[in-house]
């Protein structure tokens, strides 16, 4: 069996490397999923296909196009969703595609830090799991395959 | 017809009663559900039916099991979700509810300050519809019954 | 039993209130629903709404945000969809319509005048009925019911 | 990940070329379907194997009969669906299709030329991206995969 | 709680009165739907609306438009269905209507004379209950209420 | 809003009317269904339909057709399980009920008392709620309509 | 692209054989799937496998049993079912095999013989496409694939 | 085609192996999952994850969240599930995952001895198959490949 698995997070650390790194040495069948990782790119990817919006709402709305069509089809090509708040937990982004796969009955393993347990209790009693770093978000991936 | 509608938001000003004033002056056949608006009365909740939990954590585990119940119950209830984003846009739970919303594919229509476009960037593109205040949401509801 | 109907179909003529009056005067327990008749104000919507717009594709995603809002629940509350092309059959909303009306499984009666019937062959074929005028539309609906 | 492709649009020019030169230049894990690109061969289908139909819209009926088979069958089997909406843009079948993929929840990527904004709204709201040439759509595919 | 319940099954006896009668005995909160009993009425309902059609099979396919819209529409309203094979058990839409609830997930009631078992040994194996008379389904029915 | 809700559990001790009467005490808007409670009546309920059957197990599989009939409607009418193991916790059919409106994402409230928390660990990790006490599942119940 | 193919029909004559010869001489990427043909067997696998049932109507069922899980898995596995009604025209498990098909929105291609058109006239406007000879259908699936 | 089949049931003895071995023996094309068969393990990997938790039901939740991630989707990468009941019949996890199988339509064959035949009349009824050995399992998966 191999497995698909959507990394949501911040894009601003190299957690998604320690799993990776991990499941690779463990030869875990699975394949990881992202969003684009280069801040940048993500913001301009609109005007970058579509030429100049005409402001700063535009240029989102532009962006926000071809991040959702690619979260959206990576989304539905992973059989599990990993969501990482990190230290600073303002996340938008990771809040929603957490929530939009437990909506989908697409299994998800909250990672969170203990200290912000109170702003995503609700989030952590729908996933299916909840733990504190990516070392064991992997140990819970690891599980699966024995 | 009749339509049930969500209200998803901060719970700390009025917002919602602006809606529910005008909907009712205009006789709109809506019915509205929304989160407990008590705040504390949503952090206890759990102590309070289940008795005194060991640590912060449990606390608001329990707690959550209770207000998703809730939460879903009457989000399935609803035709239609608002989701309202105000001054203060850290609003975890509103996030989580919106993006459930879009999917289940239940129609959203989100409320958020201008000042704000770039953190709902990809949640404004997945809305049907975005305003900026209460007023508008109601004029948009107001529009499927003409 | 009662049925909610869609209506969908152009806006310039009184082909609606046909169907209407022939199902009120039978009696049958059936509700209509449709799009905003006032062509005006459909395409107005938006800049209604939200103020004016920066340009004519920003104001017509603008006004598309409330119409798409209004067809889906409408459409989500209807059992029926009856789908118009007249005699102008450039009709894309009605095409859209139809068409989602027969991916979401929901029974279709198509009209649409016999000489139109070689642009409108693919989507005759998916319809549970195709007939040629509202009155026999009509027939069909008041044969549900005996 | 490998990403089935579904190109709906007009028969007369050679868009779709374009489009599949470009993913293959760029080895992009792609799989592209599309209609019956030989227009008589669409239209004469149904009386190729059944025979001479009684009147031309038997003969109709009888070629959306395997046009609808093979259509749903391909759009089944697509993770994503382009449609292009070209210089003339009365395309049926592009707009039904295009529709199909919203209602179905498949990511849709709309081609259409600015001055068509108009006709094209709701159509273009409801799609997670609307683009402006072949070579736009291509960007937006190639981006996923980044 | 109030049922709906589709009658599927021969139109040539009164095998639905008897259920009908009983169940307004016992004052079960029901209500019953089934095929247009007029065996006539239902072969020509297509010329009926349409006008004379073509030969026998164009006449068939027309009638089929409207009686499958019908059938379709009053099984979706359906809770339950029960479905009576009676003497001569060749009854086509009876097997295809009761298969269909089946696929649809909708609770079978089969009822089938014992002598007719083998025919209907798959159809049986998937029932929710099967039984030998009509009387009998509405015990079934009853039970529910109690 | 009015909820439907299934209470699952064991037929041998009146929890059920505990859970009614302070409902109606408080004027909540809910309609409770639940199992045949008369054990004679639901293990004959097969022959007394069908008549006496060859063996103890196809005694046990007619009266599972019609108890399955039942369980199946009323769980699909319900938007809410509560489900209750008792003293003796050996409850397969509360087992199978609590699971099955997991599976059908219907929330589930489970009530069992502490010292069974190890034999029902996965379902109470799967469930909205766990409590210990009818009393306490109907102060969840309560606080869905505040 | 790859396609599975439900082959449901009558077990007595080879008309599986020609459909597979000819896809298989055309090289059409495609797996075919089908009952027990051997009649004896797929009657008495329930005794083959659990031993000698009490009577008939048990036989029947414990055989149906097994019967029923192979049809649906191999129905589950496909994307298309071609249904085959041949000379003698009362075959059951075709037509439940066939409605279910179209009540799971699985393409159907119908084969029947002309004289038989009344009988099978509901199913017939139902499918995707109705043809009288396996060649047909072969064609129709062939055409699929250009 | 292949199956993945998941083998639901005790883990304190070796049936999954019989099962395995036959199915090797044939070359059936079949994949098998099933849960943790390390009883202490499967208790224990929530404190091995997650470190000691405060008492025996958190330990208990926190073991279920990583039991109940493997167990969803083992399950949702299986076409057919295999519960055996064996000698102590008191197997929680059996019924609730086969009682999940059904209501996400997932075909069931049941292994229970005959003496349990009462306890487990209900599921039996609901199962495709009810068989009372691992071998006749195998001959009833054998079966579905000839």
Redesign the interface.
């Known amino acids: ?1 191999e ?2 698995i959507y990394l949501a997070g911040e894009i601003h650390s190299s957690w998604r490397d320690e799993i990776k790194e991990k499941a690779a040495a463990l030869k875990l069948p699975v ?1 990881f ?1 992202g969003p ?1 990782e280069d801040h940048d790119r993500s913001d301009n ?1 609109g005007e ?3 030429g100049k919006q ?5 240029k ?2 532009a ?12 989304l ?2 992973s ?2 969703v990993i969501a990482l708040f990190g230290e600073k937990y ?1 996340q ?2 990771t ?6 796969a ?4 697409k ?1 998800l ?1 909250l990672i969170r830090p ?1 200290e912000h ?10 996933a ?5 770093t990516p070392d ?1 978000a992997l ?2 991936l690891k ?2 395959f ?1």
């Open positions: 069996m497995l698909s394949t999923y684009m990817i970058e296909i579509l005409h402001d700063a709402v535009a989102d709305a962006a926000s196009s071809f991040n959702n069509l690619r979260t959206e089809l990576l539905k090509k059989d599990l303002k938008w982004n809040a929603m595609d957490a929530s939009t437990v909506a989908l009955n299994p393993i203990h347990h109170h702003a995503l209790k609700e989030l952590s009693r729908k299916h799991a909840t733990v504190e064991q140990k819970a599980y699966i024995e």
